[in-house]
């Protein structure tokens, strides 16, 4: 029976990007997706970079500026071996803070002069506005191009497959059963976002958290050229003409089911800030399961199982961590020295 070095649940783009990492260190690795690769989270993300500390935890912060920094490589590493166009765009964002949120002095503010040159096509607000240097990316094109280069790369996968247990012998892991079969392995790394709490032996107290995104077609593909971001909507434009709108943040189970008047409210919201979306087509709408944990953190690193590891809860920052999560948990998992310090994202805080 084939046996692999390290075992990975959950075909996100945290797991992918971790399975891309290993094979580099020469591991074999198979991932383990109760669905189809890519499909959840991932796939119905925004695609904002955003690391500049508004709404990120301090405890989090140093991971976020690295894994920021690591995109450009990241992701033409991805477009490289994959053929495949990611739309890592750096054009920056214009932020209309939220009155509770102090704004950061590295932020630069805009005289409404300014804001017209940027945007042209945004209403005449008279609220604050700063310009923030952040990318995005296209989180549908970013799971495609990581599928393919995890393939190119000789990673095994098992779709359509749950894990129901890993097994365990005199305390350490021998692999994981799943609805179809068992797999070897003395490696396994728990990276089924929103479902990592159901997978054993550890119980991880994940959580999904919805949230529900209108896409648009914009009338021209210039019409706008930055993320904007403000308290009621964000909107994310792409190079093919799209327009993401989003997105909420609803405590409503497994339930990825769109509701029309937040849908609606939501095209209301982008429409407010930019008149001339009224002529947008709409597209298509979808909710998607974010993992959430108790304090808004990480789950990452090694459990008291031996050969169990975690990564998970990455709430709004799964795009954005995908690269600096994969390279941290391939050197725990690896043995080999960790440049950041993961004792507030251990899975061990949540021990009894």
């Known amino acids: 029976m084939k046996n692999w070095d390290v075992i990975v649940i959950g075909g996100g783009i945290i797991g992918l990007s971790l399975s891309i990492e290993l094979r580099k260190k020469g591991a074999r690795v198979l991932v383990i997706e109760r669905g189809e690769p890519g499909r959840e989270a991932s796939h119905a993300a925004g695609g904002m970079l955003v690391d500049c500390g508004l709404e990120t935890p301090p405890a989090l912060q140093p991971l976020a500026t690295a894994s920021a920094r690591m995109y450009p490589e990241f992701a033409h590493e991805l477009e490289v071996e994959s053929d495949t166009k990611v739309d890592l765009r750096d054009q920056g964002t214009i932020l209309f803070p939220s009155a509770e949120h102090a704004t950061p002095s590295a932020f630069s503010a805009l005289t409404p002069a300014q804001l017209a040159e940027l945007e042209p096509a945004l209403s005449e607000l008279n609220d604050p506005a700063f310009f923030v240097k952040?990318?995005?990316?296209?989180p549908k094109a970013l799971t495609a191009a990581a599928i393919k280069t995890a393939k190119n790369r000789g990673v095994d996968f098992s779709s359509g497959d749950s894990v129901t247990s890993v097994n365990?012998?005199?305390?350490?892991?021998?692999?994981?059963?799943?609805?179809?079969t068992s797999f070897l392995t003395s490696k396994v790394v728990n990276c089924a976002g929103a479902w990592s709490g159901q997978v054993g032996p550890s119980a991880f107290p994940t959580r999904p958290v919805k949230g529900q995104i209108l896409c648009l077609v914009m009338p021209s593909r210039m019409l706008l050229k930055h993320v904007v971001r403000s308290p009621q909507v964000y909107l994310i434009p792409r190079s093919d003409g799209r327009l993401l709108v989003g997105a909420t943040v609803e405590e409503a189970g497994f339930d990825k089911r769109t509701d029309a008047s937040t849908i609606q409210r939501l095209h209301q919201a982008a429409i407010a800030l930019v008149p001339k979306l009224l002529d947008a087509q709409i597209h298509d709408a979808w909710a998607g399961l974010r993992p959430g944990t108790p304090d808004a953190l990480p789950i990452l690193g090694a459990t008291e199982t031996p050969g169990y590891y975690v990564a998970t809860g990455h709430f709004r920052d799964g795009i954005l961590l995908s690269p600096i999560t994969a390279q941290v948990m391939a050197d725990v998992i690896t043995g080999a020295r960790c440049n950041y310090d993961l004792t507030p994202f251990s899975p061990r805080r949540f021990s009894p």
Request: glycine share 12%; hydrophobic share 20%; no cysteine.
């Open 134 to 138: 952040e990318r995005s990316v296209d």
């Open 168 to 180: 365990l012998s005199d305390g350490h892991v021998t692999g994981v059963t799943t609805n179809k």
